[in-house]
């Protein structure tokens, strides 16, 4: 296949992905989504659409010629020009790598613009420039959509919260909500997506505080709780080091202590290969909802694991 033609089979792509979306978007009322997923293997990008906004991930060109490099770059600008002709985009490219500890949430950038997205009713600021993640993951927009449904007058615990996105569903749905993460940037930054979507801020908790300290510390109970930690951290207060597979049974239980008689743990995370081990299985009603939770504008259906997990009564989704 000739350059020209793995040019023209991407730009292909792009419009027969974004036609394939088109009822979903308007059915789903969102301005943020995945339209592209290494679909062709001579072009391994990712590519998300946020409102303005296109964000372009590189995903294994670190070690290709970089005229090749540069000639895939352009590539890809130009066919996502042509793709939004009438409704120009501003690209962004950013180079996705495996990473760890405080380099996943490092910045990038200092420019400090945050950029308004639809998703439903709510609404999220995201920020295109300084961080390698937006502040919005697109691959739980089911679950916000559920956690907005069944949280009225609900306690709803959400660990590990980065910028309160589940926060902000499950208060819009009417649920009281503690958001809990170890960073004072991303909580303001949960701040104000709840006062973007007129959430008054008395009426939740935010916590600055390492997950698993907050967890030995607390005494509530929740009905709903949501557990989405990193694969791997070393950014704990105390040195703890955190291995979502190896700690998995510690941090469910402690969760699940927390949890109301008749309640519901949600535990997600994105380790592709990782298996819930047997003794929370024997332990607990689990049920596994990750095909149900992948968003149809996913490729990728091994983008998140989650689990639904209850003590008591039958279950449902």
Known sequence: MTDSQINLEFENRLKKNQKKLKGYLKQENTTAYRLYDRDIPDYPYIVDVYGDYVIVYERGLADVDEALREKHLRDVTQAIINLFIGNEKKIIFKERKERSGKSQYSKINEKKEEVVVKEGDLQFLINPHDYLDTGLFLDHRVLRKKLS???????????????????????????????VDKSSTYMEWAKRNFTKNGLMLDFHDFIVNDVILFLKNESRKFDLIFLDPPTFSNESKKNLLFDVEKDQVEIVNSCMKLLSSDGTLYFSNNKRSFKLDPSILEKYKVKDISEWSIPTDFRDKKIHRLYLLQQHKSMGV
């Not at 306690?155 to 996105?165: D, E, P, Q, R």
């Not at 589940?166 to 909500?177: K, M």
């Open 149 to 179: 449904k069944i949280s009225r007058g609900k306690k709803v615990l959400n660990l590990f919260s980065y910028t309160g996105a589940v926060s902000v569903a499950a208060a819009f749905g009417g649920g009281n909500v503690t958001s």
